[in-house]
């Protein structure tokens, strides 16, 4: 018997490759699944036999699944937000940086979830470049969720000074 496993089952049985994990290749770990000894004729080369049971990883090449996911977030993020909504998936397809790096920190993104429910630091995030004006084309970009993170609702003279405050700190902390 064949069934999908939820997102707490594959990460309390700590199943690697992880959801979410780009392969070199470019596809994607979208969803683990289990399956009988006895009725598992897959060949997954990450198929991991437990007792009675065979756990692999379901693969896409298909970025579309990814971003479909954020989308739908972003969806549910305007609506509760009570902000414009317009994007689809052919315009944020269109905005991903040709290089698949953060705009900001210069690290490529990454698709590997983080622990338990939070996401990799790395993890393409859509945001806002103008929190107010919502999810529309031309106001989001893709840059990291550490990024975003570091962002947050600040403005962009308390970041500065934030970086100026930690750049002195840390001088003063490795010249002792």
């Not at 036999?49 to 756990?55: G, I, K, L, M």
């Amino acid at each position: 018997m064949k069934r999908k496993l939820k997102v707490a089952e594959v990460e309390r049985l700590n199943l690697t490759p992880k959801l979410g994990t780009q392969f070199p290749d470019g596809t994607y770990v979208i969803s683990w699944e289990t399956s009988d000894i006895s009725t598992y004729k897959g060949n997954n080369k990450y198929a991991i036999p437990v007792n009675d049971t065979w756990y692999y990883p379901i693969i896409s090449n298909n970025l579309n699944y990814k971003l479909v996911c954020l989308l739908s977030t972003s969806k549910n993020t305007a609506k509760r937000q009570g902000v414009p909504y317009n994007l689809t998936k052919e315009y944020v397809r269109s905005i991903i940086p040709e290089d698949k790096m953060c705009p900001i920190l210069k690290v490529p993104f990454e698709y590997e979830r983080g622990k338990g429910h939070t996401p990799h630091p790395h993890t393409m995030s859509l945001d806002r470049i103008v929190p107010s004006l919502g999810y529309v084309e031309g106001n989001v970009m893709w840059i990291s969720q550490r990024a975003n993170t570091i962002k947050g609702e600040a403005t962009a003279k308390e970041v500065c000074l934030v970086g100026l405050f930690m750049a002195e700190r840390d001088k003063n902390f490795n010249e002792e």
